[in-house]
């Protein structure tokens, strides 16, 4: 049910932008199909992955692994591996929700996922290019604090810390 | 396609096939770690078949109705707090991570504004993006998006008043990115976000 809502929402404006504008809307289209396409290889890639990694670790060790004395090492690790890691949103957030439903935290979701967004040591050199070596370090130092603060307020607000 | 065309999928798709190459054969031999991770390979599949393409057709939605420029054009000139305002609009309209983020607030600079509005840009690039927070509510769900938000905007906006005070007062500039430098990082930009 839940799994519906999206699909809903999305047939329901397409169909409210056809009738305002078709052109605008076949527009629309074209570019949904375009950046689907562009994604599928590199997605499809992430999806067996994900499933090789989770039969060799199974749900219950992953969590164990990650979860409960583990847990403010594994956000740590999680705000690094996402701070290092170059990764579309469309890859990451499957990702993180298969992740979630094999017994990753929300929290250390979070420092992977916000850290991701935000600090970037691959893109550091194009940063540089901009800002200046220093000014780039300080923001992308900033924004991880950042990313550990929004984990550390999920982690409290999905009660998983104690 | 071209023989080139198909060489180069085929170059992109070799995970995916080897991986199904693999669950065929356990199949054949009967090994229970690969028919294992075919099940989980379908069971994630389909919980992605619906929410997918649906995100994908939002996102081409918002990129066909709203224009990106207009947004920009409000940004040269708007100044004081508002201006934060603006800045998380456009970010939220941006579509690409740092990679594209930083183009566009080197524009903004040029074009006016504030040394805080250019860094707030920046931070709240990766936090509103609307595709992005598209598959962040799908995934992990609304709750998550909403604490996340009520976290990361202030404290980036606050930082970026900060910092970008801090290097006015400095007389800092953002350089122009000179050919070669922004050319080594990353030729191909391959990222279609």
């Known amino acids: 049910m839940k799994q519906l809502i999206l699909p809903a929402v999305a047939a329901t404006l397409l ?3 056809f009738l305002r504008d078709r052109t605008r809307t076949a527009e629309a289209v074209r570019i949904a199909i375009r950046r689907f396409t562009g994604i599928l290889a590199p997605f499809l890639a ?9 039969t ?3 749900p219950e060790r992953l969590s164990a692994l990650v979860s409960g004395e583990h847990m403010w090492l594994s956000t740590g690790l999680a705000a690094i591996i996402g701070s290092v890691a170059l990764m579309p949103g469309f890859i990451a957030f499957p990702l993180a929700g298969i992740l979630l439903e094999n017994g990753v935290p929300y929290m250390v979701l979070a420092a992977f996922t916000v850290s991701l967004m935000l600090v970037g040591v691959a893109t550091f050199p194009l940063e540089r290019a901009y800002l200046g070596t220093g000014v780039s370090l ?3 130092g900033l924004c991880l604090a950042v990313a550990m603060c929004v984990a550390l307020v999920i ?6 810390l104690r | 396609m071209s023989p080139s065309q198909t060489s180069r999928l085929l170059k992109r798709l070799a995970l995916p096939i080897a991986f199904a190459m693999f669950v065929a054969g356990s ?37 066909a109705w ?9 940004l040269g000139q708007e100044a004081g707090f508002a201006s934060h305002f603006w800045s998380m609009i456009l970010a939220g309209s941006t579509v690409g991570g740092l990679m594209v983020a930083f183009p566009v607030a080197y524009s903004l600079r040029r074009k006016g504004a504030r040394h805080a509005v250019v860094f707030s840009y920046l931070g709240t690039a990766g936090v509103v993006r609307v595709p992005m927070t598209l598959f962040e509510m799908s995934f992990l769900g609304v709750p998550f998006t909403l604490v996340r938000y009520a976290v990361a905007l202030p404290l980036l906006i606050a930082m970026a008043e900060i910092l970008g005070q801090v290097l006015d007062r400095r007389g800092f500039e953002m350089r122009t990115p000179s050919r070669d430098t922004t ?3 990353r030729p191909h930009p391959r990222r279609p976000e």
């Open chain 1, 15 to 17: 169909l409210v932008s």
């Open chain 1, 46 to 54: 992430m999806l067996s992955l994900a499933s090789l990694a989770i």
């Open chain 1, 56 to 58: 060799l670790v199974t």
């Open chain 1, 138 to 140: 300080v923001r992308n």
């Open chain 1, 155 to 160: 982690g409290i607000v999905f009660g998983e």
């Open chain 2, 27 to 63: 199949l054949l031999f009967d090994l229970s770690a690969g028919i294992r991770a075919g099940r989980n390979f379908l069971s994630f599949g389909r919980e992605m078949i619906a929410i997918v393409p649906a995100t994908f057709i939002l996102i081409g939605l918002f990129e």
């Open chain 2, 66 to 74: 709203i224009p990106q420029e207009k947004i920009e054009r409000h």
């Open chain 2, 183 to 185: 050319a080594g990082t």
